[in-house]
């Protein structure tokens, strides 16, 4: 053999290596779980990131896994509540008791979601295969614990801290039914709990007329405030007005006896002065309109100051 062909043979034979290396050597990804299948039976799992080697297709082929948590948020469903309202759950709460008595036994709307992992992934392929079975399993078997769950409790329980009880109660159901799938529940969370559209309008009318009753009944406090605050401020000014009517009254009946003393000393110093002042005073309040018209006699002692003195 000339080195002609020995270059060609040593050239495939280090190419055959090289595929042989390629076809036996594969990564993990620090994000995933892989399985080496032998004949489609698994043989050797891998958790953990790196490089490693596997016989070559088709002995052996690898199955990989997503190692991160996953989600599973399934539609709103509907859920009979329970209407014992007697429940221990419920001491705390500070619901209003109105609205719990109009929907017990009602359904309500309630949305939740799930975080799993997985947690064998031998089980998982055997039982699953990929994760769309497996979140379709997770849907179903949260349903059905959700709505065994809930329909045992009372409204207020779901609105109340008791919640978080019952969303441990509903991971651990869920745990017992999919551990044998390969599946770890993580966490189940209650996003919200909602009234259907016709107890939400009948509790929104109810809630309407109970405000309008309420400003009803404070309007009319208020209307009965303030007629007793006018009664009370009408009554005092009676009695003010009573009272400064007194006191000028007083104050009249002093100036009048002032007045009637500096007359009567008037009067006694000169009494013929004090007549003749007295009548003019008479005249002025008399006549000074130009319109009184008196019919007097003409020795009236009024007309004594008017008359000729001779």
Known sequence: MNNDMKIPLFAFIIGGILILIGLSVFTVDEREKAIVLQFGQPVKVYQEAGLKFKMPWPIQEVQSFDG?????????????????????????????????????????????????????????????????????????????????ILGNATLRAILSPARARLMNEIRDRVNIEMKPRGIEIVDIRIVRADLTDRLQTSTVNRMITERKESATQTRSRGQEKALEIKSTAEKERQVLLANAQRDAQIIK??????????????????????????????????????????????????????????
Do not use: C, H
């Open 68 to 148: 991160r948590i996953l989600a599973v948020d399934p539609s709103p469903e509907r859920v009979n509540i329970s209407s014992d309202r007697n429940s221990p759950l419920l001491k705390n709460d500070a619901i209003d008791p109105k609205i719990i008595e109009e929907v017990s036994g009602e359904p309500i709307v309630v949305d939740t979601f799930a975080r799993y992992r997985i947690a064998d992934p031998v089980l998982f392929l055997q039982r699953l295969r990929n994760e769309r079975t497996a979140q379709q399993q997770i849907e179903n078997v949260m349903d059905s614990a959700t709505r065994d």
């Open 253 to 310: 009946g002093e100036g009048d006896e002032i007045a009637t003393g500096i007359y009567a000393k008037a009067y006694n110093k000169d009494p013929d002065f004090y007549a003749f002042t007295r009548s003019m005073e008479a005249y002025k309040e008399t006549m000074s309109d130009g319109k009184t018209q008196l019919i007097l006699s003409p020795d009236s002692a009024f007309l004594k100051y008017l008359g000729d003195k001779k």
